[in-house]
């Protein structure tokens, strides 16, 4: 997951390139319209990306206390915990879902966008123009692409996770005694273990989304890459 996202050449770029007086108006406005939209989405699910991050960093800080609270008993501290668990398993399955929804948007709005592009290159009458325009959509192709598959990438190491944090749920919930507790120490801290691993794939991935939404538009119209809060 070092792999340093390809730059790509400015979308609005292109259609400053297009201005022409040959170019309308209406068309360049539509091309400007669909970067925004698709950098949102693309910025939209680096958020999502960062959110399930969030929560998995800290189910993997609850498992590590978990791991030994058998010493302390499974009064006081390890209701607490479990509860605390418990909240933060919720949230990460809400999380893992609004990242399912936003990888299906991202697929959905790069087919648009991309229709868009070569529809508009097709009607580019002036062949230096067009050659550089179809060279600027196969970078976009490219950076696209290779972020996507940053996130499948992830995206198989973050699934045996979720299933392992749904999993621990139950058994805790029906083993909240001192002898499950004590049984389960090692794999809360074999799990947390995994899961910590897994973090810095995830943050790349999170910076290849948001890098490439803020390629796709000028500056001074970045999405805001702040979390969702979930």
């Known amino acids: 997951m070092s792999r340093v996202l390809r730059p790509v050449v400015l979308a609005f770029s292109i259609f ?54 058998e010493k302390r008993g499974v009064s006081g501290d390890i209701q607490k915990l479990f509860s605390s668990y418990s909240s933060l398993e919720a949230r990460l399955a809400k999380t893992a879902k609004r990242l399912d929804d936003a990888a299906a948007a991202c697929k959905r709005e790069t087919t648009s966008y991309l229709d868009l592009r070569r529809k508009q290159n097709a009607s580019m009458t002036d062949a230096a123009v067009k050659q550089l325009d179809l060279k600027q959509i196969d970078e976009l192709v490219t950076s696209e692409g290779q972020t996507r598959d940053a996130y499948m990438a992830v995206k198989s190491r973050l699934e045996p996770l979720l299933s392992s944090a749904a999993s621990l749920e139950t058994y805790l919930a029906n083993n909240l005694n001192a002898a499950g507790v004590e049984a389960g120490a090692s794999l809360f801290k074999k799990t947390a273990g995994q899961i910590r691993d897994a973090l810095p794939a995830l943050a790349a991935c999170e910076r290849e989304y948001r890098e490439l939404a803020d390629s796709m538009v000028p500056p001074k119209d970045r999405p805001t890459t702040s979390s969702s809060g979930a």
């Open 16 to 69: 400053a390139v297009g201005s022409l007086s040959t170019m309308p108006l209406a068309c360049q406005a539509t091309g400007l319209s669909a970067a925004s939209s698709a950098s949102k989405t693309f910025a939209n699910m680096g958020t999502s990306i960062g959110d399930v991050r969030d929560s998995l960093e800290k189910i993997a800080s609850n498992l590590d206390e978990m791991s030994s609270a």
